[in-house]
């Protein structure tokens, strides 16, 4: 079973439902004089079950996109290339872009993500990242809309994998390091 791999829960679904639930309410207030909406972004894959979450909390016209952006491979280091697999299919000049991704790490991807959505003439680009991990940063990175602050561990389940498992876990647990080790 998967959960026996998990080391202990870090957050719940309930905590997990509470703490989206406030993030979406905040993006709905900081938004509400744009009625056109926002253009989110989702980093695939990871982010995309926080994105989920996240869009139906959101009480104004969300347009919907997604890039795919490695710097992890399957390794539990970033590289500290991006490389973007998969561009966004829309034009999103004059738009207001909020970024959501499901961890922050070093800071590498959004780093660059944001550097790359700026050329695009958006009339604004923000980060929305689920949880964020400070004492792991190389590169700065301003996080408009932060989950949790996390310590240094390897955590999986909602949406965040190891070697492409442990997914759909429904809570965030820290992985046992004998499974990778
Ligand atoms: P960064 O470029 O170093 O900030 O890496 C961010 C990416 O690394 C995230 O989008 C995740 O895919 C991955 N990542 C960082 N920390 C973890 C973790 O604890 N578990 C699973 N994936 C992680
Ligand atoms: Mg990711």
Not at 36 to 63: H, M
Request: aromatic share 12%.
């Amino acid at each position: 079973m998967m959960k026996d791999d998990i080391e202990k829960i870090v957050f719940t679904e309930e905590e997990i439902r509470k703490r989206v639930e406030e993030m979406g309410a905040e993006i709905s207030r900081d938004y509400a004089g744009v009625p056109e909406g926002i253009f989110c972004v989702g980093i695939l894959k990871g982010a995309v079950i926080f994105y989920t979450d996240l869009v139906r909390k959101i009480s104004l016209p969300v347009q919907f996109d997604f890039m795919i952006a490695s710097s992890y491979a399957d390794a539990m280091e970033s590289s500290g290339t991006v490389r973007i697999l998969k561009d966004l299919d829309y034009d999103i000049k004059g738009k207001h872009v909020v970024l959501v991704e499901d961890i922050i790490d070093s800071g590498t991807t959004m780093h660059y993500l944001l550097d790359y959505l700026r050329l695009r003439k958006a009339a604004s680009v923000k980060i929305c990242a689920f949880m964020s991990k400070p004492s792991r940063r190389k590169v700065e990175v301003p996080i408009d809309y932060c989950g949790f602050d996390v310590p240094d561990e390897f955590l999986v389940g909602y949406g965040l994998d190891y070697a492409e498992k442990y997914r759909n876990l429904p809570y965030i647990g820290v992985l046992k390091r004998e499974v990778y080790s």
